[in-house]
């Protein structure tokens, strides 16, 4: 008996191995958070197709219930409120996402000298791209100059040295692929002041 | 702290560290967190190149891989980030919330007494004020927030008022949100 007693571990608290943790596709909190989020709905979708056992085991349980409160909610308008938010912030969501989708990217040849000219592009910011490192990318794509400029209403912009807007064209389509081609808009020649 | 955090803007310098001092930062780290010494290998790994990334407001956020691993305010205490803590959550003191209290926690409200002491609610261990400890959740697997007692769970039990752990870090703030590039 008192061998045993020493012989038994004290249960270790073991620290040793690294847990992988899941976290949702969509709003990339663990996927048991997610319905504390405004996409819910989206995420379960993209739980049920990347991990349908923790799928199954997360919200089989809780579909009924919340099936039960709906049931309920319907009697009960007074828990309505909280519904109408999380709707409002979803639709937040899925505004800004249009707006991404509607915004432009403008390819800008300007003149500089007879036979010299920069390329301008601005716009590249709504598809959320690092300015600086896309303006970097660019320099050594090119291999010119180029930088991220501030113009005059305020906003950034990145300006290359040399004509390179239909190489630039192909290359933002390469690169970020969540650029739709229709969105980005080659202006041939802005005619310069005389 | 870091509801207003922005880390493309507030980033002030990104410096890589000194071994020497990376040295000072580990064993720092293991003082902290002495559950850590077996896995310290794993998360600063000898070889990597640690950096130390200084952000407005006196926030220093440590990196490895483009991962931020812990951050840190002015010069006090090295705070694990909840992406660490998911990894490593026995490594770190514990307390759980109730059910009720995981929605005002994830909007970033400091959790109060009573969602400590109530009935889904756990205080495993004593701690003395101002221990990090990470914020689980009645019914959750992984932790919900890292948070600052502000008095001894024994305080929180008798008092049962007022803000028991300060909420510092949660999930889908503006810091959980961020990641780094190089």
């Not at chain 1, 912030?89 to 003149?111: C, G, L």
């Not at chain 2, 109730?98 to 926690?105: F, L, N, S, T, V």
Request: hydrophobic letters at 35%; aromatic letters at 6%; glycine letters at 4%.
């Amino acid at each position: 008996m008192s061998e045993q007693d020493i012989s038994t571990p004290i249960p270790a608290v073991s620290v040793s191995i690294a847990k992988q943790v899941i976290y949702c596709g969509v709003c990339s909190l663990p996927p048991e958070y997610c319905e504390y989020g405004a996409t819910l709905n989206k995420c379960k979708e993209w739980l049920r197709e990347k991990h349908s056992d923790l799928f199954d085991n997360l919200y089989s349980q809780t579909n009924l219930e919340s099936d039960m409160i709906n049931l309920s909610l319907e009697k009960k308008p007074a828990n309505d409120a909280e519904d109408k938010k999380k709707a409002k912030e979803a639709a937040k969501i899925e505004r800004e996402m249009q707006k991404k989708m509607a915004s432009k990217i403008t390819i800008t040849r300007i003149a500089r000298n007879k036979r010299k000219s920069v390329t301008n592009v601005c716009g590249l910011q709504n598809f959320d791209i690092d300015l600086k490192k896309a303006a970097k990318s660019f320099a050594s794509k090119f291999a010119c100059g180029s930088s991220v400029v501030k113009n005059n209403q305020g906003n950034d912009e990145i300006v290359i040295q040399g004509d390179v807007s239909d190489d630039l064209y192909d290359y933002i389509l390469e690169t970020w692929p969540d650029v739709p081609e229709d969105n980005i808009e080659l202006v041939e020649e802005k005619k310069s002041k005389k | 702290m870091f509801k207003k955090f922005n880390i493309k803007e507030d980033i002030a310098t990104r410096s890589l560290v000194k071994s020497s001092v990376q040295r000072n930062i580990r064993s720092k780290i293991l003082d902290q967190y002495n559950k850590l010494e077996t896995v310290i290998d794993e998360v600063l790994p000898k070889k990597s190149s640690l950096y130390l990334v200084k952000c407005h407001e006196h926030i220093n956020l440590l990196t490895v891989n483009n991962e931020i691993l812990f951050f840190q305010h002015f010069d006090g205490l090295y705070y694990p980030t909840l992406r660490l803590l998911h990894k490593y959550p026995d490594a770190f003191p514990k307390v759980q919330v109730d059910k009720g209290a995981i929605k005002k926690i994830l909007s970033g409200a400091n959790i109060m007494c009573p969602g400590l002491t109530s009935k889904g609610a756990r205080m495993n261990e004593d701690l003395p004020a101002n221990t990090i400890v990470g914020v689980f959740a009645e019914g959750k697997e992984h932790a919900l927030a890292i948070g600052l007692t502000k008095m001894s769970t024994e305080d929180i039990k008798n008092i049962n008022k007022d803000i028991g752990v300060e909420n510092i870090h949660y999930l889908n703030d503006p810091l959980w949100k961020s990641n780094i590039e190089t």
